[in-house]
């Protein structure tokens, strides 16, 4: 069996900017290494070019494993553009607070490798494989700020607990190997239609949506990550969030909505559940945070409940849905989480109290904070309001429960958010001299809120592209 | 190889050890004792796994190969694991996973 | 009668990896789990063995009982500073977390003795390795070379973290 | 120029609009110069009401055809309003009276108000108010004249609490517009009734449909319901028993404003409009008998109130309220003519009365209490002659104007219980010991005020001409306006009816028993008040009938209960709602957060920060998951909504 | 007409907004011109358009760009700003209140840029919900403005009663989760509108051509109901606004009751009632009870208070009921009067916080019992005061009388003795308002407040420009009925159509 190479152009080139930052790294002065940010930066932007340039590129290769389509395809963009983010808005925090570029930048770029292999994966192997070189890769950066006991902590839950639910979900998909005699996701489908099944199924689908659960920081299976999120630099938080989130999103889609459809009435009410919990929780417990980074952690785990919303769904609507969050959401928390790093370089503090009087220290970042917050609350003319309009739009039919309990739930959201937009806004700073941001982080900011803003206006184009998107996943 | 064992049998002795290791992974204090626990169940998988590809595919070695990968992996992650547990110790005096509770609530 | 032995060997083997397992997780000295968590895969290499897995039995024996355990073994010598004798305890969840791994064991365990099995007739081939050698270059290529990449990461990662404090470079 | 003026009556009360306008936006920082324009934009007004006045009278036509024209106000499918003017002898008249009594209070005033520091104001409220009078009188759509009606009673509200420094004119200004407010509420009702049921409020059209009211579909019973509720309306402006509790209070205005409004023009304005309405009322005798009543039991009850107050201006509130009670009286007993004849010399008597009064006050430096009074006449011979002028008139002594409307009124009274009605021999009854009271309170207010023996401590003055002036054209009117309505010579019956013309045979028995009343209450006050000089004979009467002089006294306890309603059912149940609003609504909406916030608070404790915490709850969802949907999978479907 | 007019007067306060950003902080003087002339430019073009208006064809004129411009096209969303009898008076009052408001705070020195930049958002957002003909562009202006007035109530609220914080967060929260029942509706709307037709549309128009199933209209129409009855402060949805105006600073109270409140009366007739008239009709009675105890209910609730912008507050409630009563009765008289009665209580209520705040800047209190005589003082101020209260109950000659008493026609028609309650409620209105006029503004002159100046310059900006509305309006009513006429005729005459076709 012949490999499409074609198919396979941008994993190469990541796998080779990757090794080339690495080997470069090696070579070069330990004083140049701070350059790395900008090679990695430029090498990321050509990849995502690549990535572009290859849209119309569909087909499958390795006999079904590795599957390329306009699916794949959009969220490895939104995965690439995470990484560019992450590089991008944070070189002066990762100067200043985490250091090690040879090896920071090369993870980085190794963890979206593992994201773009397991988005694309067609079967286990390549899934399982692709999800543990992006968790190893993220482990690794978690807990990269080793002088700081906290950043251990969180790597070393996140190893452990990433350990256990990658065994579960293992366990879970040597069940469906079992039950259906495969591992490709089209033959298990098919197998699935053809009568293959039974309890282990069921357990196997139960441990597959708590694996998966675990990725995208579902409730029950969120535990972690307010933790993780908190303990770990911010910009692996950042990337955390939005990055591994949303790979995780497009396997757990592929593998529900394309794989499992035949048992469909088994888990969407499982689903459904699920989101409704984390909605729940996550915007509960944001509720009482005093950390930023904590309670966006918080409130991430009720946006992953949002998301799910789509796969509720189980159609081309709904997978529109998600796709068209997760794009938007990878700009609302690049923004955020930008703000807090750039902040965090200025005052050495994430906790809520501490950005008083921001609004008149440096507008910008607390316009976009706020900007992306409500975004991510789904107020109108920002992006998160359009897209909570398509997700909802797939389930409204049915489970009207869903819409409501989401809908007030993010309500609830804005509680929380405008507590900090209090502080930042009412609050006079107690040290008013003007926060300078680094040009990078402006424009990183701008990007967000351009990008949050304009999409909530017109969102247009992106939603027929997420249509298109949808539509080949269906139809390959 | 008709009557006699059938995967019934190894994914019973799978569960059993998958049970075991998840007990370990939940009731022990040591870190290092969690990380075992976790390879137990990762070993259980593997029993699954095989036993699959002997009974349902033995030409394709999906389960075979399936498990290669899962052992490269799990070595990785014990490396990794240990890494991170001895930088810990470094810093804070204890073997007590439930002593690494700053990040809290 | 093959099948006697076989189940024979099976009742074995998988007592040997449940009881060792069982030591595993109970024993007071951390040095003691670890020997015998070598005992517990290296009943599991018997098991792939049984299961016609021999590479695999080898892999096992090797990655795990060797390398892993080794590795597992400085890993405690390293870090451990009180009585070793008591190195191993239980916390306060091990009734919930023995309640739950019966649960759970219970629940598959049923719906595995009630599960229907379509056995395929071949058999293994006894090449094992000469055969899926080239399935594992070609069709598997890609989980390949990810895994490379993987223990790439990995050992970077394992080194950056030892690495002592004051080559972590020009940060607070 | 006849024909200008009927066409052009709406000039009559834009000018006094216009002279509002002007004075607020430019005049006012100079006085003189504003009630220069308030007086003759309301003399021209004058001029033009007498010319339509004129028109009106020499041209027969306007009996039995009122001069209408309307345009458009606004309207819709189903609901058109339009505004017009609306001629015809009972308007003209009125007319033709308010701007008159308007112009000579007015020019009153420039003395009265001299040096007050809202003089230019004072001049602006009183020209909005004959603006809004005089658009009342010239309606023609109920709509507009509830307009009017409510602006008058604005207009009434900001003159009463003119003085604002003093807490009781606040007070008094507030509690007339409720008072009156809670009429309207009824009468907007009615108007709502007739809008719906008749649809229309065009009051030519209604005067056509309301004859054939079943064709609408409107039984008797529903028409007297509107027809009360309608009456409301009048109740509360003319007044009238129960809410008649704001005029007396409202005395608290400057004192050309009770003349103009609370005794001449405003208060009239019910009557006014139960004559104009009174298609309706004459549709239902249910309606019509309850009005009777009402204007007798008031004109009897405020009397009873009368004899005793001591201030001035009260007693002549309370003689106001009582000459309604008869205006309404004869209209209940279905007498437009003799109801309108009576408003006409009242006005002119009332008024001067109330300008008198207010001389008085102006020359005592507001002292009030008639007790303190004396002997004022021989300082003040204007003022003290004209109030005897308007005494004799409203007493009933002929041939004082008030002599022929008062006896219209027993007449018409008489004839209706001689139609077959019971009740009218009582009304007759209380309608002529009425008038034996009116004489004797309000010749015991003349003697203690104007005779006996003069005060030391006062030292009045005449007032300036500007001030006795009107009171002498008043005089003038009082003594011999209502000659054109004696028996024998019923120009006004001729004019001002409603149906058929009515003439009266003089009832000379009537007359004389009318006569004799008005004596025997002068005699008994000049035996009470002025013969004994050390009124001793009135204190014993007071002692020894203390409960009764008491009950009189504090005007039956009216006032009371009211504020005992106001402030403690009102107001309590507002308390009620309002601790109800915060403690029960909103404690839901907080209690609601107060559970979020909570939860929220509760559940992050969960999150212990233990690792193993962590992975016991993913593996027991796990469990859990697996155990629900292996056995309980489809109950939970049906219970969540089902799957697509 | 293909000149985007309305988009222009939409942008014309983004752009002053925009150019307040670059100007320095300190002069704030400039920062209020600035606005000032935005918010007139939008005045003036608002006003331009509705005595250009053709009244005699009716309909949706003025759309820009000559036809609905294509938006999101998997939504049938389109840009289709349009203006019809409804929706201009609507537009005119936005721009009014917008107007008056930047004067309203011409006092504010602190931090005064901001204050302008936020009112300015917060006006071209509800001017927004006006003109869009399309209910996703209305939906995206309906929710935004949520955010300005939260930061505009923390930083230059006062806190009485409650605390500004509190107030603000119950006014956002309260409007957000009401506006979360309402999207739902809306999806489910829009999602069955695309299942019984087969074509996205999104826009108004579009919406009411489709024939929805009477269980789902009662079934949507209650979600709708609850979202904008709770914008619309309908009984027991009402509590956020007492609260939420005392402690707002002028300007939001004044935008706030004055204009954002009436996008939920718009709300139900464009899209709920239009729409959803069989649901409409099932609801309408329930509409009415609710809308009566609002009057009821909330006029005591403002005999109780002590402070004035809590009497304003529970008597906004107090008028909105009469709205909520005008639309329950389905009925062209009734509906014109309930428009109408918004666009004047959007006046009055403005102009009576107008005149609470500048009280309040030279008082700094709003307790009642603490003041008096303030006539005295600042005989404009008590102008204004009184011509508000005098239009709060419901005087004759002003605005407010006449939509009251079209609403009191139909709904006295339909709901017989239902309304004597609400009519009734004009009593208790009449009570608190003389009692909060006469207690703040008459009485003796209080001598700590000699020093207090009256009302002059830019100030006087609120009381010329409401006043002069309120007393035009009350002379000239068919000003503004004729053009509610225009609108209101062709949606009532959909509305019969449909409950004939589709009654039982």
């Keep these: ?476 | 190889m008709g009557t006699g064992l059938n995967p019934s049998y190894f994914i019973g002795l799978s569960a059993a050890l998958f049970a075991i290791g998840m007990y370990g992974a939940l009731s022990k204090r040591n870190i290092i004792s969690v990380l075992i626990s976790i390879e137990l169940m990762l070993c259980a998988v593997n029993i699954n796994l095989v036993a699959f590809n002997k009974f349902l595919t033995p030409d394709a070695f999906l389960g075979q190969i399936f498990a290669i990968f899962i052992i490269t992996v799990a070595a990785a992650e014990v490396g990794l694991g240990l890494a991170l547990i001895i930088a810990i110790s470094r810093r804070r005096e204890t073997n007590n996973l439930d002593d690494l509770n700053w990040l809290r609530w | 009668m093959e099948n006697v032995y076989e189940l024979i060997a099976f009742i074995l083997l998988g007592g040997m990896v449940l009881g060792s397992a069982l030591l595993v997780v109970t024993l007071k000295n951390l040095v003691h789990s670890v020997l015998s968590l070598i005992v517990t895969f290296i009943a599991v290499a018997g098991i792939f063995l049984l299961l016609n897995a021999d590479f695999l039995a080898a892999v096992q024996v090797l990655v795990y009982a060797g390398g892993v355990c080794i590795m597992v073994v400085f890993g405690v010598m390293l870090i451990q500073r009180s009585d070793i004798a008591e190195s191993n305890p239980v916390n306060w969840r091990f009734g919930f977390a023995a309640l739950l791994g019966g649960g759970i064991f219970i629940l598959i365990g049923m719906f595995a003795a009630r599960s229907q099995w379509m056995i395929a007739g071949t058999e293994v081939p006894k090449d094992t390795v000469g055969t899926f050698a080239p399935i594992l270059l070609t069709d598997f290529v890609i989980p390949f070379e990810v895994a490379a990449i993987l223990l790439t990461v990995a050992l970077t990662g394992a080194l950056l973290l030892v690495k002592e404090v004051k080559a972590n470079g020009d940060r607070s | 120029m006849v024909e200008f003026a009927l066409n052009h009556a709406w000039l009559v009360p834009l000018l006094p609009a216009l002279a509002f306008v002007i004075i607020v936006f430019l005049t006012q920082r100079w006085k003189r110069l504003s009630s220069l324009v308030s007086i003759t934009a309301m003399l021209g007004s004058f001029v033009i009401a007498s010319i339509i006045a004129y028109g009106v009278f020499t041209n027969h036509e306007f009996i039995e055809k009122s001069l209408v024209y309307s345009l458009k106000w606004f309207g819709m499918e189903g609901f058109n309003i339009n505004v017009g003017v609306m001629l015809d002898p009972t308007s003209s008249m009125m007319l033709f009276m308010v701007s008159l009594v308007a112009s000579l209070i007015q020019i009153y005033s420039t003395g009265y108000m001299k040096g007050d520091p809202q003089y230019s104001l004072f001049f602006a409220y009183l020209s909005l108010f004959g603006a809004s009078m005089l658009g009342l009188i010239i309606s023609s759509n109920l709509l507009q004249l509830f307009v009017m009606w409510e602006l008058v009673g604005l207009c009434s509200y900001l003159l009463i609490g003119f003085y604002t420094f003093k807490v009781s004119a606040r007070e008094a200004a507030k509690k007339a517009f409720m008072t009156t407010r809670i009429g309207d509420f009824g009468m907007l009702l009615g108007i709502l009734f007739l809008q719906i049921k008749f649809g229309t409020l065009d009051l030519v059209e209604l005067a056509a449909a309301i004859p054939m009211f079943e064709q609408f579909g409107v039984s008797l019973g529903l028409l007297t319901l509107i027809a009360l509720l309608f009456f409301m309306g009048p109740v509360a402006k003319s007044g009238q028993f129960p809410l008649h509790v704001w005029l007396p209070d409202a005395m608290e205005g400057p004192t050309p404003v009770s003349a103009l409004i609370h005794a001449a023009t405003m208060v009239v304005a019910g009557v006014y409009l139960i004559g104009r309405t009174l298609f309706l009322y004459v549709q239902v005798p249910g309606a019509m008998e309850v009005v009777a009543a009402i204007g007798a039991f008031t004109a009897l009850f405020a009397a009873a109130i009368a004899i005793t107050q001591r201030e001035i201006k009260r007693i002549l509130a309370y003689s106001t309220v009582s000459q309604l009670g008869y205006m309404m009286l004869a209209l209940g007993v279905g007498s437009l003519s003799a109801s309108m004849f009576h408003l006409w010399t009242h006005a002119f008597f009332k008024a001067l009365m109330f300008l008198a009064a207010g001389s008085v006050l102006h020359a005592l430096h507001n002292k009030a209490d008639v007790w303190d009074m004396g002997g004022l006449i021989k300082k003040m011979p204007i003022t003290g002659w004209t109030f005897v002028v308007g005494g004799l008139a409203i007493a009933g002594i002929p041939p004082f104007a008030g002599f022929w409307s008062k006896d219209e009124i027993l007449v018409v009274t008489m004839e209706y219980a001689k139609h077959g009605h019971a009740l009218g021999y009582v009304l007759f009854g209380m309608a002529a010991f009425t008038a034996f009271l009116t004489a004797f309170y309000m010749w015991r207010m003349i003697f203690l005020t104007f005779f006996g023996k003069e005060k030391a401590e006062n030292h009045p003055h005449e007032s300036p001409w500007s001030m006795t002036a009107p009171l002498i054209v008043l005089a003038v009117m009082a003594s011999i306006g209502g000659l054109i309505g004696t028996p024998w010579a019923n120009i006004w019956g001729e004019w001002i009816n409603f149906g058929e013309v009515h003439h009266a045979e003089p009832a000379l028995g009537l007359m004389l028993l009318s006569v004799i009343l008005a004596l025997a209450g002068i005699g008994l006050a000049y035996t009470l008040y002025c013969k004994d000089g050390e009124k001793k004979t009135a204190r014993k009467l007071a002692e020894n009938y203390q409960s009764l002089y008491q009950l009189s006294y504090n005007k039956f306890y009216i006032d009371e209960v009211y504020a005992w309603f106001t402030q403690k059912i009102v107001d309590g149940t507002a308390r009620v709602t309002y601790y109800f609003d915060i403690y029960f609504v909103d404690g839901i909406v907080n209690g609601i957060a107060a559970v979020t916030r909570g939860s929220g608070k509760g559940l992050r404790y969960l999150q212990t920060g233990s690792m193993q915490t962590y992975a016991l709850v993913f593996f027991l969802a796990i469990l859990v998951i697996t155990v629900v949907l292996a056995f309980g999978s489809p109950s939970l479907a049906s219970i969540m909504g089902g799957v697509k | ?504």
């Design chain 5, 1 to 504: 007409m293909t000149f985007p007019i309305l988009t222009t007067t939409l942008l014309a306060p983004i752009l002053a907004a925009l150019i307040i950003v670059f100007l320095p902080k300190e002069n704030d003087k400039l920062c209020k011109s600035v606005a000032a002339v935005g918010t007139g430019i939008a005045l003036a073009l608002s006003l331009y358009v509705y005595f250009g208006y053709d009244q005699s064809v009716g309909g949706l004129q003025w759309v820009d760009f000559g036809q609905p411009v294509p938006w999101i096209k998997d939504l049938g969303v389109t840009w289709y700003m349009a203006v019809d009898g409804l929706s201009l008076p609507m537009l005119l009052l936005t721009n009014l209140i917008g107007f008056t408001a930047v004067f309203a705070s011409w006092n504010v020195t602190h931090r005064a840029k901001e204050l302008m930049i936020l009112l300015l958002v917060l006006i071209a957002g509800v001017m927004g919900t006006f003109i869009a003909q399309d209910l996703f562009i209305f939906l995206l202006f309906y929710e935004i403005v949520v955010i300005p007035i939260y930061i505009m109530v923390v930083i230059w609220g006062s806190s009485k009663r409650v605390t500004k914080e509190y107030a603000g967060m119950k006014l956002t929260i309260y409007l957000l989760m009401g506006s979360a029942f309402l999207l739902a509706g809306v999806i489910a709307l829009f999602v069955n509108s695309v299942n019984i037709t087969g074509i996205a549309d999104m826009s108004f128009e579009g919406l009411a051509q489709v024939a929805f199933p009477e269980q789902l209209q009662i079934y949507l129409f209650a979600l709708l109901l609850i979202g904008f009855g709770s914008l619309l402060s309908m009984w027991p949805f009402h509590s956020w606004s007492p609260d939420g105006y005392a402690g707002a600073p002028t300007a939001v109270s004044m935008i706030h009751a004055g204009i954002l409140k009436k996008i939920g009366g718009y709300g139900l007739i464009r899209l709920a009632i239009v729409v959803l008239p069989l649901g409409a009709r099932f609801w309408a009675p329930y509409m009415a009870v609710l809308g009566v105890i609002g009057v009821a209910y909330a006029a005591m609730g403002a005999l109780a208070q002590k402070d004035l912008k809590y009497v304003v507050g529970y008597s906004s409630v107090s008028h909105m009921g009469y709205v909520l009563l005008g639309l329950a009765s389905l009925g062209i008289i009734g509906i014109n009067g309930a428009v109408a009665a918004m666009f004047a209580h959007g006046v009055m209520a403005a102009l009576f916080f107008s005149m609470i705040g500048f009280i309040y800047e030279r008082t700094h209190t709003r307790w009642i019992p603490d003041m008096g005589g303030l006539a005295h003082y600042t005989p404009k101020l008590a102008v204004g005061f009184m011509m508000a209260g005098m239009a709060s109950l419901g005087l004759p000659g002003l605005i407010t009388f006449i939509p009251e008493f079209t609403i009191f026609v139909e709904t006295f028609k339909v709901f017989g003795l239902l309304a004597v309650i609400g009519i009734a409620g004009i009593i208790i209105t009449a009570l608190y308002v003389l009692r909060a006029a006469a207690n703040t503004l008459f009485g003796p002159a209080r001598p700590e407040f000699s020093h207090i100046k009256d009302l002059k310059g830019p100030e006087m900006v609120p009381l010329i420009v409401l006043g002069t509305v309120l007393v035009v309006g009350g002379i000239l009513p068919s000003l503004l009925f004729d053009m509610i006429d225009s609108g209101v005729a062709p949606l009532l005459a959909h509305i019969n159509d449909v409950l004939q076709i589709g009654g039982r």
């Design chain 1, 1 to 476: 069996m012949n490999i499409d190479f074609s198919l396979i152009t941008t994993e190469i080139a990541l796998a080779i900017l990757g090794l080339a930052i690495f080997t470069l790294g090696l070579i070069i002065p330990r004083s140049a290494r701070k350059g790395l940010g900008n090679i990695a930066l430029l090498g990321l932007i050509i990849v995502l070019g690549i990535a572009v340039y290859s849209w119309p590129n569909q087909g499958e290769t390795l006999g079904g494993m590795y599957i390329v389509d306009h699916f794949s395809s959009f969220f490895k963009i939104v995965g690439l553009v995470a990484a560019i983010l992450v590089v991008f808005g944070f070189r002066r925090y990762v100067a200043a607070n985490v250091g090690n570029y040879l090896e920071y930048y090369s993870t980085i770029v190794f963890a979206t490798l593992g994201m773009i292999v397991m988005i694309s994966a067609g079967d286990f192997i390549t899934l399982y494989l692709g999800l543990e070189l992006m968790t190893i890769s993220f482990i690794v950066l978690v807990a990269f700020r080793s002088f700081d006991v906290k950043s251990l902590e969180a790597g070393i839950k996140y190893l452990l607990l990433a350990g256990m639910s990658s065994a579960v979900l293992l366990y879970g998909l040597s069940l469906v190997y079992g039950a259906t005699g495969t591992i490709l996701f089209a033959e298990v489908a098919q197998s699935i239609i053809d009568g293959s099944g039974g309890l282990l199924l069921i357990i196997g689908l139960v441990m597959l949506i708590a694996g998966l659960g675990f990725k995208v920081s579902a409730a029950p299976f969120h535990m972690w990550s307010p933790d993780v999120y908190e303990g770990a630099p911010t910009s692996v938080t950042a990337f955390l969030a939005t990055g591994s989130k949303a790979a995780s999103f497009a396997i757990l889609i592929r593998v529900f909505v394309g794989s499992l459809t035949g048992i469909q009435e088994h888990w969407v009410m499982l689903v459904a559940v699920l989101a409704a919990l984390s909605m729940l929780i996550g915007n509960l417990i944001a509720i009482p945070q005093t950390n930023i980074k904590r309670m966006l952690a918080y409130s991430s785990v009720a946006q992953a409940g949002y998301i799910m919303v789509g796969i509720v769904a189980a159609s081309q609507s709904g997978v529109k849905g998600v796709m068209f969050y997760s794009f938007i959401y990878v700009f609302a928390t690049m923004g955020a989480f930008t703000v807090v790093a750039a902040v965090y370089n200025k005052i050495k503090s994430d906790e809520i109290a501490d950005y008083a009087g921001l609004a008149q220290r440096a507008p910008l970042a607390a316009t976009v904070l706020l900007v992306c917050m409500l975004s991510m609350a789904g107020i109108p003319l920002l992006a998160g309001f359009v897209g909570k309009f398509y997700l909802f739009m797939a389930i409204v039919d049915g489970y009207m429960w869903l819409v409501l309990l989401g809908l007030i739930m993010s309500m609830v959201s804005v509680y929380y958010y405008l507590r900090v937009v209090l502080v930042m806004f009412r609050d006079d700073p107690v040290d008013p001299t003007p926060l300078k941001m680094e040009t990078s982080v402006t424009i990183t900011l701008l990007i967000a809120l351009g990008v949050t803003v304009f999409l909530g206006i017109y969102p247009g184009p992106l939603s027929e592209i997420a249509n298109t998107a949808a539509q080949s996943f269906f139809t390959p």
